[in-house]
């Protein structure tokens, strides 16, 4: 994707949703892959912002940074005879709650992949501070690990999550296409990176995430759940029959693939059903708007294997998304 391209792109997807919307449902599902694989996901995260130096092209490190980094609303001072980049207003730990230690691995990988194309020859980016840990700003150090220790990443983990920092995810600072920018950019090439492991991945990542709302909220019952669901995500959701369908649907927003992508969608629905107690087989999605070059769209999951004609089960269904 060119720096053009997303730039429109996200203007597009920021028109739809606010910027909590957008900030929260990506922090939810990394923070759902980081709890899930750990050190795996730091390093998926760094070779996906490896991935985003392609996009930006310069004679220089400094010009694809600052062009990136203005899109999703930061600023970076560069010093390339020391080799430290300075970012203030970073995206990528904005939003995330108890952070001990630096965790910008995608922009962490970014900066590496700037340089590796610009000089040709691959680095280490050590990152050693972090605006998310209370740092004041995200400062990285290139190819020397002794000006600034070891710079060993944090792991964030989506556990035992409340109601309050759900909230302080929703609390972004800054504009809704910034937030797109980021969003779209970041968990695109993940994607890329997961390969074919991306569809269990984030299938997995939208349970982990569901099974946080519920835990977090204690709703009293599905329609409490779906509401508050749909006050973060943008998106709404109805069933009819055995398909599930989401109106204006966030994961995919600004997506471009030729398969169905909404894994998340399919993973936390699962979770639902399974914690509601209602029996089921798997869940497939049928329609994903990434597949029809629509920013954003409507997104439809089928229900395997509920006994429909069986009333009780039928009604607890359609309670939940009534």
């Known amino acids: 994707m060119s720096p053009d391209k997303l730039r429109q792109v996200a203007e597009e997807v920021g028109s739809e949703f606010t910027a909590g919307e957008l900030q929260a449902t990506n922090k939810m599902v990394v923070l759902a892959l980081y709890t899930l694989v750990g050190d795996k996901c730091c390093g998926a995260l760094v070779n996906a912002g490896s991935m985003l130096a392609r996009w930006f092209k310069g004679d220089d490190l400094e010009e694809p940074l600052t062009e990136f980094l203005d899109m999703v609303g930061a600023d970076c001072e560069v010093d390339e005879k020391d080799g430290v980049v300075i970012v203030r207003n970073c995206p990528e730990c904005a939003g995330y709650p108890r952070l001990n230690g630096p965790a910008c691995n995608f922009i962490r990988g970014f900066i590496a992949g700037v340089v590796k194309e610009v000089t040709g020859e691959p680095v280490k980016v050590v990152q050693t501070e972090c605006e998310g840990a209370g740092d004041g700003r995200c400062v990285f150090v290139i190819g020397d690990e002794s000006k600034g220790g070891n710079g060993e990443p944090h792991i964030p983990e989506l556990r035992d999550f409340t109601e309050s920092e759900f909230e302080e995810m929703l609390s972004a600072s800054r504009d809704p296409e910034e937030v797109a920018a980021f969003k779209i950019a970041s968990e695109s090439l993940l994607r890329e990176v997961f390969g074919d492991a991306a569809r269990p991945m984030f299938f997995r990542a939208g349970r982990l995430y569901a099974e946080a709302f519920i835990d977090a909220f204690d709703p009293e ?102």
């Not at 109805?238 to 693939?257: H, I, P, Q, T, Y």
């Not at 993973?267 to 059903?273: C, I, N, R």
């Open 221 to 322: 019952d599905p329609e409490e759940l779906v509401a508050r669901v749909e006050e973060i995500s943008g998106s709404s959701y109805e069933l009819e029959g055995d398909r599930f369908r989401v109106e204006k649907c966030l994961e995919c927003a600004g997506m471009e693939s030729d398969e169905p992508v909404c894994h998340a969608v399919r993973g936390a629905l699962s979770m639902l059903l399974e914690h509601y107690g209602i029996p089921f087989k798997r869940v497939v999605e049928v329609e994903c708007s990434a597949t029809k070059d629509a920013v954003v769209g409507s997104c439809e999951v089928r229900i395997e294997g509920i006994a429909w004609k069986v009333k009780k089960v039928a009604d607890a269904v359609r309670r939940a998304f009534r």
